[in-house]
Structure formats: structure tokens, C-alpha cells
């Protein structure tokens, strides 16, 4: 049975940073997509960025580019976000999730893996 759990949020300023982390268990992920969504409150789920799992190819949504960086730790099956100079339009529940390599990346019901998110608020 496939598990993603994710850590790491909590309060920050707007200008801080946080590093979220997201471990998975319950299968290999050779081919697949690891991504990162977030939801705030009365919106849909947005992507944020996305993995290669084998070869480390990374794309962002606009909003976070430059800002937060993707990265995984194969040995440890553990993906991680990076938030860096976090903004209060930044705050919502950032879920990871996976899905085989192909398709959109962008839509959330194209996923087949989700955790169950960790919170973020970034204060003004």
C-alpha cells in the first residue's frame, strides 16, 4: 500500500521560509511524478511543482518560481519543497502526490498517490 506523508509546515512572516518534506513508502517510483499541490481555503487545488522521480527533471507553476525549489532524496524515498521568501498568498495545505510519467501534470485528478497535506500560513 502506497503512503505519502508529508511534514514541515507551520506559521512563518511573509519573507521566511520553510522546507517541507514528503516521505513516501509502499513501492518504487522509477517512472513516476512526484508533485507538490496546494489548497487554500474555497479554491481549487493548485499545482506547484513536479519531480521526475529518475531523472530529476523539475517544472514550477509562475507563482513560485524562484522562490521554491523541488528536490528528492532517492535513498531516502523523500521529496522535498524548499519555500523561500514565502508570501501570505502562500498560505494553504501543500499536499504531495504521484502519478506515472505522462499526461498532464498539472490537473490533480490525473494523480493517483496523495498525503494528506501539511498546513502553511505565512503572516503579514
Known amino acids: 500500500q502506497v503512503q505519502l506523508v508529508e511534514s514541515g509546515g507551520g506559521l512563518v512572516q511573509a519573507g521566511g521560509s520553510l522546507r517541507l518534506s514528503c516521505a513516501a513508502s509502499?513501492?518504487?517510483?522509477?517512472?513516476?511524478?512526484m508533485s507538490w499541490f496546494r489548497q487554500a481555503p474555497g479554491k481549487e487545488r493548485e499545482f506547484v511543482a513536479l519531480i521526475s522521480w529518475s531523472g530529476g527533471t523539475t517544472y514550477y507553476a509562475d507563482s513560485v518560481k524562484g522562490r521554491f525549489t523541488i528536490s528528492r532524496d532517492q535513498a531516502k524515498n523523500t521529496m522535498y519543497l524548499q519555500m523561500d521568501r514565502l508570501k501570505p498568498e502562500d498560505t494553504a495545505v501543500y499536499l504531495c502526490?504521484?502519478?506515472?510519467?505522462?499526461?498532464?501534470?498539472?490537473?490533480?485528478?490525473?494523480?493517483?498517490?496523495w498525503g494528506q497535506g501539511t498546513q502553511v500560513t505565512v503572516s503579514s
Open positions: 502526490a504521484g502519478k506515472e510519467i505522462g499526461g498532464s501534470y498539472s490537473e490533480a485528478r490525473r494523480y493517483d498517490y
Open positions: 509502499g513501492r518504487t517510483f522509477t517512472g513516476y511524478v
